[in-house]
């Protein structure tokens, strides 16, 4: 068996199970071996080839890791916009209780506001800021 087709071999290997795991490191492990595959392709020696390999794997996951670091940190799902569409709202609060809460109409039934900690409640437009259960955190728009 020729060197290029232990490589192919092993990227498939390799492939299946990141798509068994679901981990996107096996990916960038998968590159260095068709980097490998390649190398053996061109008729470079096995030693120059596992170099290759390794080198190629290793930039990649080091480079997979440096863009997932600066990504921003998602938001936890209650306050998170992309999965809660009432994020963003804005409600009228008519009145509010004495401690701290409202019952307000919002989509066709009764939900209870909360303001942010450390807002001062005020009658008014709010804006909802986060979702929990069935209560609206919200802050003065």
């Known amino acids: 068996m020729e060197d290029s087709n232990l490589w192919w071999i092993l990227t498939g ?3 299946a199970a990141e798509l068994l795991t679901g981990g996107i490191y096996l ?5 260095g071996m068709a980097a490998g595959a390649v190398a053996a392709h061109l008729g470079l ?3 120059i080839q596992i170099s290759t390999a390794a080198i190629v794997g290793v930039l ?3 480079l997979c890791r440096r863009i997932r670091g600066r990504r921003m940190p998602e938001l936890p799902a209650a306050a998170n916009p992309d999965l809660n569409l009432d ?3 804005t409600v009228h609060v008519p009145e509010w209780n004495s401690d701290g ?3 307000i109409p919002y989509r066709g039934s009764q939900w209870t506001v909360v303001l942010r900690p450390g807002s001062m409640p005020a009658a008014g437009l709010h804006r909802v800021i ?4 069935n209560r609206l955190i919200v802050d003065k728009a």
């Not at 990916?27 to 590159?31: C, D, E, S, V």
């Not at 986060?130 to 259960?133: L, R, S, Y």
């Open 101 to 103: 809460t409202a019952r």
């Open 45 to 47: 020696d096995m030693p």
């Open 130 to 133: 986060e979702v929990q259960g």
């Open 27 to 31: 990916l960038m492990i998968a590159l």
């Open 60 to 62: 990649s996951v080091m």
């Open 87 to 89: 994020i963003g709202e």
């Open 13 to 15: 290997i390799t492939i």
